[in-house]
């Protein structure tokens, strides 16, 4: 039986106990209150375990209300999120647009080496990085879109920390 459990129960019982031999309460019934009373703590014990891992599953979210425009091609709505091991960036073009996005650790991003890159014509943009992220570190982003007429727009330089285990 977990330590806090077992401390829980017996302050409760020292509460308890005597109030029920005066109420002429038995034995019998005053274990099989402090059983109900284990239970319940148990059961507040797994909801506490339950409620830390949802908080560490929590995604963080940045979400930037830049309009980087060039030309008339827009970015817009950038976002960001991840869980512990996966980043996802995305933004929306004001026409259909290809895009390339420099990202990495530590800041600032050099975009003198090759992004990753999308053809892809959209108004919207999803960009995910599945290696392994570190925790509680700083990520930093820079988007460039492009269109089929040789208009190009970029954004400033974002920064995105991920969550803490």
Not at 11 to 32: C, D, K, Q, R, W
Not at 56 to 83: D, F, G, W
Not at 97 to 105: Q, V
């Amino acid at each position: 039986m977990n330590k806090k459990i077992q401390r829980s129960i017996i302050a409760l019982s020292f509460l308890l106990v005597p109030g029920m031999a005066s109420a002429n309460v038995s034995i019998a019934e005053t274990m099989s209150m402090l059983a109900q009373i284990e239970s319940i703590f148990k059961q507040i014990i797994v909801l506490e375990t339950q409620l830390f891992s949802l908080q560490k599953q929590a995604v963080p979210r940045l979400i930037v209300e830049e309009i980087s425009c060039s030309n008339t091609l827009c970015i817009t709505s950038i976002a960001a999120t991840s869980t512990l091991r996966t980043m996802t960036i995305t933004w929306q073009t004001n026409k259909p647009a290809g895009g390339k996005i420099w990202w990495g650790a530590p800041g600032p991003i050099d975009t003198h080496y090759e992004p990753t890159r999308s053809d892809m014509l959209s108004f919207s943009h999803t960009a995910t990085f599945n290696s392994t992220l570190a925790t509680s570190t700083p990520y930093y982003f820079v988007i460039n879109a492009f269109d089929t007429e040789g208009h190009a727009a970029t954004s400033t330089e974002h920064s995105y920390t991920t969550p803490a285990q």
